[in-house]
């Protein structure tokens, strides 16, 4: 019988959101950046981010992320814009970068590829590192990648319908399809050593088509390192201190709080009791975390992305990991997608989704107010 202990993890999130005007049309949001704490412009125009400190509960977490969206909002609000909580724009229309080194080196080596990135907005789960768990953790957060369905938000690209986690798919198969390696999901890792010489390999496989771009080493060195230069969805960050998990998309923020606390949950469980490999189901119970083969795991993430919970393995396995399906109503639900969406269709949804934004908020504050 294990003894658990009684300190918590602290965890936090970023989280991207489409910044629209009153008509719906994506537009830059640089007079929100000082509504908040935390609040900062992201390498697409139209993308704002907001981040929380590291929190001790999900209660902290989620006074400090609504309190902080609230004020960006108040501000959004007086100038006649909105905060869209989707994972793409929905229609096909231009993004633009803002200038910046580090976005041209992408740019130049993912070549048209890139195009796909821009369209992307998501939500990154920070959770605190256990000394000489971490690796426990980094795994079990792999074996937790398929519950990215739990917060689909988006199933356009461009209009077109490309999957109930459009988001996820951009990403893992599509913009990174000349650099896999750099996008998907890494296999279970058996030590830190381990870890570093991956990221060592990755970051020059990363340098290498760079300088084959005809950008210079010394460029690329001097907008990443090996930790800032992958995008793979689980990683350990050792500037943080944390195990950073990048697989959902933007949501509502009671859905995020939602999702993290699920996590967590999983994450002490993992620091109590440890984690072990196990076959093809996977397991959460008070005496044991088992994980399934890595295999298993990648099955259920291309269902999570390709049906999300309308996909009974995936719920099932979710369930069986601890987390409350039912508890759950992904946004991408909520789509007719077997139609494209025309620009005028895209600029009504991103309205009526940046109200549902609006009123999660409003119904977080009346909620404090009690």
């Not at 971490?134 to 739990?150: G, M, R, S, Y």
């Not at 469980?269 to 119970?285: E, K, M, P, Q, S």
């Amino acid at each position: 019988m294990s003894t658990k202990r009684t300190t918590t993890t602290r965890r936090s999130i970023e989280v991207e959101y489409w910044v629209i005007d009153d008509d719906g049309r994506l537009t830059d949001p640089n007079a929100l950046v000082d509504a908040a704490a935390g609040v900062e412009r992201e390498f697409v125009r139209p993308l704002l981010e907001i981040k929380t400190t590291p929190c001790g509960s999900t209660a902290e977490l989620r006074t400090e992320l609504f309190d902080r969206i609230g004020r960006v909002l108040d501000r959004a609000d007086d100038l006649g814009m909105g905060l869209v909580p989707l994972s793409t724009p929905i229609a096909a229309e231009t993004v633009r970068d803002r200038p910046c080194d580090r976005t041209d080196v992408q740019d130049r080596v993912l070549g048209a590829d890139f195009e796909y990135v821009r369209h992307c907005a998501g939500t990154h789960v920070h959770v605190e590192q256990d000394p000489g768990g971490e690796i426990d953790q980094l795994n079990a957060l792999t074996a937790l990648d398929p519950a990215l369905a739990l917060v689909n938000s988006s199933p356009y690209y461009r209009g077109e319908r490309l999957a109930d986690g459009a988001r996820s798919k951009l990403y893992r198969r599509l913009a990174y399809e000349r650099l896999p390696h750099q996008g998907r999901l890494w296999r279970y890792t058996t030590d830190t050593d381990e870890w570093t010489r991956r990221l060592e390999r990755r970051y020059e496989e990363f340098v290498t088509a760079a300088m084959d771009a005809g950008v210079e080493r010394r460029t690329v060195e001097s907008c990443f390192d090996p930790e800032s230069a992958v995008w793979t969805p689980v990683q350990l960050r050792e500037e943080f201190g944390t195990v950073e998990w990048r697989s959902p998309d933007a949501a509502l923020p009671s859905q995020v709080v939602r999702l993290v606390d699920g996590v967590v949950d999983v994450v002490e469980a993992v620091r109590d009791v440890g984690v072990r490999i196990g076959d093809r189901t996977g397991t959460l119970t008070d005496e044991a975390v088992v994980i399934p083969a890595f295999d298993a795991v990648l099955g259920y993430v291309d269902a999570a992305m390709r049906e999300g919970l309308d996909n009974d393995a995936v719920r099932s396995y979710l369930g069986r990991m601890g987390f409350d399906v039912t508890a759950f109503d992904p946004l991408s639900r909520g789509f007719d997608a077997t139609e494209p969406v025309s620009p005028e269709q895209a600029r009504r949804l991103r309205l009526d989704y940046a109200e549902r934004l609006a009123s999660d908020v409003r119904h977080a504050r009346s909620l404090n107010a009690d």
